[in-house]
């Protein structure tokens, strides 16, 4: 059995990497780094964070000087600006890499025949999972988020694939679906897999989706920036993560990060080591994570557990924020059954803040556990406590509608935080 050592820090592999990206426009502006001799981690932590504001305002400033760039993808498909990320046919490679290697890791091998519900266009991740399936001899079937329900029905039929590689909010809209049209168990009689490519399931989810389908559910973690970074081998477990063009790190606030140490807890940085071009230096993925240390069975490779979307946040008006993580723990761990959840704060007659969490799932649940769930709600931080105490948010209030009315969108989330304040306190920073 493989065993891996602790993190060590790469400096090879990043003095390489920030030889390449100082020739960028982006970090050439930055005069200072340059001066910056980096020997060892703490050498490393002088750098600046960047972050997606700066690769969605300078897209084209993050490719290096004389670089042969062959393709641009675009993140943010239904926002009217997007991040630009550049490949050259070595980064693109390296991508398919990846991608391979973490398809076999949840057994995905030849033989499988793999049906890709992506979107492909300048902004998708399709084309990348399309050539990844075909690199590691399965058969993919690139069937478009674009068609019909009814048209991936009858291709789901025709095709039979053994696999399915989906947005977990698209797979569970489908799902309901093919139940109510009766075509479900045609589509799924001979699937055994199924790959959410997405927000991390919950619990919850991941039952609905494995019932329906008669399989298994594992997530597949990354994002358009970094590409695929990590993924599930078995259902609920940790994401393993791989390092061999990564450099990852985490952020534990107040100034202080880490390499992935077992036990860390915070935000996630990403360096890339080997992409030419458009090179991320301590990018902030804005996603929290928990390190649980290294994995025994693949070389660089490190389990972490994904707590939630830390750019998924609502402010109090009083600075307080709520970040979907701490509210989807709770939920998950008083309603473990929930598909789908939707927070959303809106101003209460009186002018102060009124937060609605509502569920969606399969079953009835009692009103003494949405009650329950209300109350922990309230007791999610000693600033939620204080806010409550203050009348700053007035009350929090929790509802359940039926899995079959929740709303999931083609991107993937079947979680959404919503603000529909007209005053929003977005200039105010959270404490």
């Known amino acids: 059995m493989l065993q891996s050592n602790p993190m060590q820090f790469p400096r090879v592999e990043v003095h390489r990497a920030l030889a390449n990206a100082y020739t960028a426009k982006f970090y050439a502006l930055r005069q200072h780094l340059r001066q910056l001799s980096v020997e060892c981690y703490e050498d490393f932590r002088a750098i600046p964070f960047t972050h997606p504001t700066d690769l969605l305002a300078h897209g084209e400033e993050f490719v290096p000087s004389g670089m042969s760039v062959t393709r641009v993808f675009l993140s943010g498909g239904t926002q009217t600006s997007y991040k630009r990320i550049y490949y050259t046919n070595e980064d693109w490679n390296i991508a398919l890499q990846t991608n391979a290697e973490l398809f076999r890791m949840c057994s995905i ?21 399309q050539e990844s399936t075909a690199q590691i001899g399965a058969l993919a079937i690139p069937l478009g988020i674009h068609f019909h329900q009814d048209t991936i029905a009858n ?25 109510e049209t009766g075509a479900l168990s045609r589509a799924a009689l001979t699937v055994r897999l199924l790959v959410l490519a997405g927000e991390p399931l919950s619990r919850g989810q991941r039952a609905f989706l494995s019932a329906a389908w008669q399989a298994i559910a594992l997530s597949l973690y990354g994002s358009a920036e970094t590409d695929s970074l990590a993924v599930q081998v078995e259902p609920g477990g940790p994401f393993h993560f791989l390092t061999q063009t990564i450099f990852p790190e985490v952020d534990l606030r107040e100034g202080r990060t880490t390499m992935f140490n077992k036990g860390a807890l915070g935000n996630l940085l990403i360096t890339t080591l080997a992409r030419r071009s458009t090179p991320l230096i301590r990018y902030e993925l804005g996603d929290k994570i928990e390190v649980e240390g290294p994995c025994s069975l693949h070389e660089r490779c490190y389990l972490i557990r994904i707590l939630g ?5 609502i402010i109090l008006s009083d600075g307080t924020c709520i970040e979907s993580y ?33 569920l969606y799932s399969n079953d009835d ?6 009650t329950k769930l209300a109350k922990c709600l309230g007791r999610l931080s000693v600033d939620v406590e204080d806010a409550l105490a203050a009348g700053t948010l007035s009350s929090i209030h929790v509802f359940h509608e039926r899995a079959d009315n929740m709303p999931v969108t083609q991107r993937g989330k079947l979680v959404s935080f919503e603000d529909d304040r007209i005053d929003r306190p977005e200039s105010r920073v959270p404490r």
Do not use: M
């Open 109 to 129: 091998g030849p033989g499988d025949k793999v049906a890709i519900l992506q979107p492909f266009a300048p902004w998708s991740i399709g084309p990348v999972y």
């Open 155 to 179: 291709l789901l039929q025709v095709h039979q694939p053994t696999v399915i590689l989906a947005p977990p909010s698209f797979l569970a809209r489908l799902t309901q679906h093919l139940r």
């Open 309 to 313: 979307r830390g750019s998924q946040s």
């Open 326 to 358: 701490q509210v989807l723990s709770i939920v998950d761990e008083v309603i473990p059954e929930f598909v789908a959840c939707r927070v959303r704060v809106s101003t209460g007659e009186d002018g102060s803040d009124v937060l609605e969490v509502t």
């Open 365 to 370: 649940v009692p009103d003494n556990e949405l």
